[in-house]
């Protein structure tokens, strides 16, 4: 009997044990935070927390923790997770302090399933457009910092395709007239935004702008010059767009005054490992990563939104597929979309009758065939560009 009664606890431990392979795996990221404006150990809090939120972004998952220090230093036995957490396990692997730069490393244990919206399994596709100047005053803040909005886009792009969140277009250099205001966008800049997103099969459309990188103003005196070290500003916004409504989905500000390690009027090649390891660009990137986890955040439990592309009989065709996510047996709310323009003269989308339910019945990599699930219930009149949305 209590051989029995052994066998079957081993059991129940191998099954938990499979379970928790199965939903949960190890991540590791770095993170940094720079220590010469505040205490030690909340630079090492901000290190571990950036390298945690680089761990949410790619895991996909929302990790929360808890951490204290014993006499400012890091210690592996000191992490407690939350019940409300992803995050099962935490390791500081590696601490390193070079120059006023603190980096860590981090092993986190996370459950890549816990508390993960439905409509997160579907990613939301999304295009970058080339990181623009506020105005030429903007622009005259880069002296020295050539081509910074090009990398800057290019942070954006690499950290983008980190999330498990997205599916991310190459980069658009295309020229725009888009506001950044924050209730919708006017008739002229729905079409640019519509012309934008089917070009690259997208539905939201990411826009940055540069505000300042601007050296720091420190006085003429010489002496003040002599005994302070020249700062910089990171200044940029983000704005992100719905591109079939028109919405903003999100819209906010990145600043930052860090030490500058050059000289005044220098000539910086943004490339080279004198500037990726300075100060400013280890900010910057910091920054990059922030904007880009808010990104993510902000669409994870949107309602993933594709248009149909063809119509066969009963059947149609949309516009994402299995690298999106999309599986057979899915089920997707069909509806009829028209404009009606209002007395004012601005246009609107309206979504026509009630909606019907479709089922994927194929996925192919960037497309997928639906049928009605009642296949006497179908949309009628069903057009090119209707709307498809996960149930």
């Known amino acids: 009997m209590k051989f029995n009664k052994f066998l079957q606890s081993l059991s129940l431990l191998l099954c938990l044990s499979a379970s928790e392979q199965s939903f949960a795996k190890w991540f590791e990221a770095s993170g940094t935070a720079d220590a010469s404006a505040q205490d030690i150990k909340i630079a090492r809090q901000e290190a571990i927390s950036d390298a945690l939120r680089s761990i949410a972004l790619e895991s996909g998952a929302n990790v929360n923790f808890s951490q204290s220090l014993i006499d400012g230093r890091i210690s592996t036995e000191t992490f407690s997770v939350t019940s409300s957490s992803a995050i099962k396990k935490v390791t500081v692997l590696e601490e390193q302090k070079v120059g006023e730069i603190i980096t860590v490393k981090v092993r986190a244990y996370v459950d890549e399933n816990f508390n993960k919206c439905n409509y997160a399994k579907v990613k939301k596709s999304i295009l970058p ?72 099969n997208s539905q939201y459309i990411l826009l940055g702008t540069i505000n300042s990188v601007s050296l720091s103003e420190i006085g003429s005196n010489k002496l003040t010059r002599y ?81 149909i592309i063809k119509v066969e009989g009963d059947d149609v065709i949309i516009n994402i597929g299995k690298n999106s996510g999309v599986a057979i047996g899915q089920e997707y709310n069909v509806s009829h979309i028209s404009s009606i323009r209002d007395r004012e003269g601005n246009l609107h989308s309206n979504i026509e009758g009630m909606s019907k339910v479709y089922v994927v019945s194929e996925v192919y990599p960037n497309a997928a065939k639906l049928r009605p699930k009642n296949i006497n219930d179908g949309v009628i009149n069903i057009q090119l560009d209707d709307i498809v949305v996960l149930k």
Do not use: H
Not at 144 to 173: C, M, P, Q, Y
């Open 129 to 200: 457009i080339m990181f623009r100047y506020l105005d030429n005053e903007a622009f005259q803040s880069s002296a020295g910092l050539e081509s910074i909005n090009k990398e800057i886009t290019l942070n954006f792009l690499n950290k983008l395709s980190d999330s498990n969140a997205l599916r991310v277009a190459k980069a658009s250099n295309a020229n725009y007239d888009i506001s950044s205001a924050l209730s919708s966008v006017s008739e002229e800049e729905q079409r640019s935004l519509n012309t934008l997103a089917k070009g690259s």
């Open 227 to 307: 005994l302070y070290k020249p700062t910089r500003n990171i200044d940029f916004s983000i704005s992100l767009y719905d591109s079939q409504t028109g919405a903003i989905i999100f819209n906010k500000d990145y600043k930052a005054v860090t030490d500058w390690d050059f000289e005044r009027g220098e000539n910086i090649d943004i490339r080279s490992t004198r500037f990726t390891n300075s100060n400013y660009a280890q900010r910057l990137k910091q920054l990059v990563g922030y904007a880009v986890e808010d990104v993510s955040t902000a669409l994870q439990c949107i309602a993933p939104t594709s248009r």
